[in-house]
């Protein structure tokens, strides 16, 4: 059984319809608790995917640690992670690239580093891929991050293979698709609605690739 697990900072969404809240806080039970809510996903799941929230733009010193404890935390668990170049900069202050690699470290077997307008930068172990956008006219940026996010993953799911065995090629496919849609989504207000369909993502990538 195939179950896309996404942990965020303040929770974890288990795709088989069950959302264990964590309010991962200061409390070390709730942290205890967290990491127990992972080995139990871990015996149901082939892989967990993890999507790094930051939300302490204004938070004090203390807080701020607190959140990127959080947050690596959130990356030690996942095969597959989803980070932002933003994400990366408030966690090391370093490039995407960079970036990729600590996450990689982490024990992460594929990362995902978002660009925003600049497209996106894919990696593990033996190859990596970097990404442009397509030109789109954009209305709304709401939800674009989480469809690339899902884009991304759904597409792993149709290669078939572990995050080890992609070739540039599978993350070629991974980013395009992904960023594609993504893309496609800005064009329309709202995030449920602004879902692209697959017919056309594929076309997109035709024009833009």
């Given at each position: 059984m195939e179950v896309a697990i996404i942990i965020g900072v303040v929770?974890?969404?288990l795709g088989i319809g069950v959302t264990y809240a964590l309010l991962a806080g200061k409390s070390t039970s709730?942290?205890?608790l967290a990491d127990q809510q992972v080995e139990n996903a871990r015996s149901e799941a082939e892989r967990i995917t993890s999507e790094a929230n930051r939300q302490a733009e204004n938070a004090k010193k203390e807080a701020v640690l607190e959140a990127k404890e959080q947050i690596l935390w959130g990356l030690r668990q996942a095969d597959l992670v989803k980070i932002s170049d933003?994400?990366?900069q408030f966690l090391?202050?370093?490039s995407p690239e960079q970036g990729a690699e600590r996450v990689l470290a982490l024990g992460a077997k594929l990362v995902m580093v978002t660009l925003g307008p600049k497209g996106c930068f894919l990696k593990n172990a033996q190859a990596e891929y970097h990404c442009g956008c397509p030109q789109v006219r954009t209305v709304d940026t709401t939800g674009a991050g989480?469809?690339?996010g899902g884009s991304a993953v759904s597409r792993f799911l149709e290669l078939g293979k572990t995050?080890?065995?992609?070739t540039q090629e599978d993350l070629a496919y991974m980013a395009r698709?992904?960023?594609a849609a993504a893309s496609l989504s800005t064009e329309k207000s709202?995030?449920?609605p602004s879902i692209p369909a697959k017919e056309a993502v594929l076309q997109k990538m035709q024009e833009a690739y």
């Open positions: 929770c974890l969404a709730k942290l205890k933003e994400e990366v090391w202050g370093c989480d469809i690339f995050p080890e065995q992609l698709y992904a960023s709202g995030a449920i």
